[in-house]
């Protein structure tokens, strides 16, 4: 094979290469949780300043799922499925997770058989600071402990 041919194919494998790791990091944004940055943050019927302001979100670190995006604009839904379009500047990486159960137990250590710390109501936003395969670490309210992931709306990797 002569050097303009190995050239040539591993101009190829590289092209393709970042086409794909292009491709993955835009794609892996879709359909993932952020939450909310401010106390007061607009969900808009569109992608811009121009489009109507549909709803006021009055929660920092309020978890939402990212739809779709356009530009500096994602399109998010919430808990309740709210939907609309969010500027980038007002999103948190910050990992966050509304209870969806009555009556969730944080407890001292991820299982079942560790002392109860707390009992969360239905609608409680909690902040993560890791989760395992069945267990998120969490705080609210003064207290911390794990709560069962299934507890939560907002999962994360």
Request: net charge positive; proline share 3%.
């Amino acid at each position: 094979m002569s050097n303009n041919k190995k050239y040539y194919f591993i101009s190829i494998i590289l092209f393709f290469l970042i086409l794909f790791l292009i491709s993955r990091t835009a794609a892996d944004e879709i359909m993932n949780f952020l939450s909310l940055k401010n106390n007061e943050v607009y969900l808009r019927q569109g992608p811009s300043f121009k489009y109507p302001i549909k709803l006021v979100y009055k929660k920092k670190y309020l978890p939402v799922i990212i739809m779709d995006k356009s530009e500096t604009w994602r399109q998010t839904k919430d808990f309740e499925n709210n939907s609309g379009w969010i500027h980038i500047s007002q999103l948190s990486k910050r990992k966050s997770g509304i209870n969806i159960k009555n009556n969730s137990i944080i407890y001292k250590k991820p299982t079942i058989y560790s002392k109860p710390i707390a009992r969360l109501e239905f609608g409680r936003l909690v902040l993560i600071e890791k989760c395992k395969t069945k267990w998120c670490k969490i705080g609210t309210g003064g207290y911390g402990g794990w709560l069962l992931k299934n507890s939560l709306w907002g999962k994360f990797k």
